[in-house]
């Protein structure tokens, strides 16, 4: 089902399908930014801006990131400072450097997003978990 949401942005007016959003970047300053399907044009809201739909916005993360759905496997990162929640089902590609670290590139972005199984190791064996679920193959 989807979930639509009225995001005023920028002085426009959008009309997004949250369930269509694969990542959204939640900074230490409080701003979220996520990238609209099919174009990757970012939408950043901070509440001092437009507090509804950003409280809008986090309860759809906080409902979204306890969910492991057919369609979706939503996995929290950080990376440089940043946490990142992104749907691993949309990730097209995954590469595995010689020190174990994986890189893979948010959809609808070109935003590289690096996890080091030391500083990450939670989020690390999710996405190691869910390549070899997924494929069929692993990085061993």
Avoid: H
């Amino acid at each position: 089902m989807a979930y639509w949401v009225k995001i005023l942005y920028d002085r426009r007016k959008y009309i997004v399908n949250l369930d269509r959003v694969n990542a959204f970047c939640y900074e230490k300053n409080g701003r979220v930014t996520f990238w609209l399907p099919d174009c990757a044009i970012p939408i950043v809201l901070n509440p001092q801006t437009n507090l509804e739909d950003y409280q809008k916005l986090l309860e759809y993360l906080e409902f979204v990131t306890g969910l492991e759905l057919e369609n979706a496997q939503w996995v929290k990162i950080i990376y440089e400072q940043n946490e990142y929640i992104v749907n691993l089902t949309c990730i097209s590609s995954f590469c595995q450097e010689a020190n174990g670290r994986i890189t893979f590139w948010l959809p609808d972005g070109t935003i590289p997003i690096i996890i080091n199984p030391a500083s990450n190791p939670e989020s690390y064996e999710k996405v190691l978990n869910f390549v070899q679920k997924s494929t069929g193959y692993s990085f061993s």
